[in-house]
């Protein structure tokens, strides 16, 4: 069975910073390419940066480069987010998602956690 349990999330003020983590189980970790997505209330989930299995590269939106860096240990299948100098509008759900078709990643990837709370006090 394939688990993403996220964590890390919480409450920080204005250019703070937090580390989400996403624990796997249950698949090949290094075969599939693995993000992190967000969603902000009443707005649609966005990717927000993701390791591409195809070729190992990084994916970054645009409004969270140069703050946010995605990172794994496959020891661990653990894949993190440092998010550094945060914005209230970094503010959402971020969920964890793993895909093993397509070697990057998509709206609609395969497996999903069940998201963790990033809350940016202004």
């Known amino acids: 069975e394939v688990q993403l349990v996220e964590s890390g999330g919480g409450l920080v003020q204005t250019g703070g910073s937090l580390r989400l983590s996403c624990a796997a189980s249950g698949f090949t970790f290094d075969d599939y390419s693995i993000g992190w997505f967000r969603q902000a209330p009443g707005k649609e989930r966005e990717g927000v940066s993701c390791?591409?299995?195809?070729?190992?590269?990084?994916y970054y939106t645009h409004s969270v480069k140069g703050r946010f860096t995605i990172s794994s240990d496959n020891a661990k299948n653990t894949v993190y987010l440092q998010m550094d100098n945060l914005q209230p509008e970094d503010t959402a759900v971020y969920y964890c998602?793993?895909?093993?078709?397509?070697?990057?990643?998509?709206?609609?990837?395969?497996?999903w956690g069940k998201g963790t709370q990033v809350t940016v006090s202004s």
């Open positions: 998602a793993a895909d093993g078709d397509y070697g990057v990643c998509h709206s609609g990837m395969d497996y």
């Open positions: 390791i591409n299995s195809a070729d190992k590269s990084l």
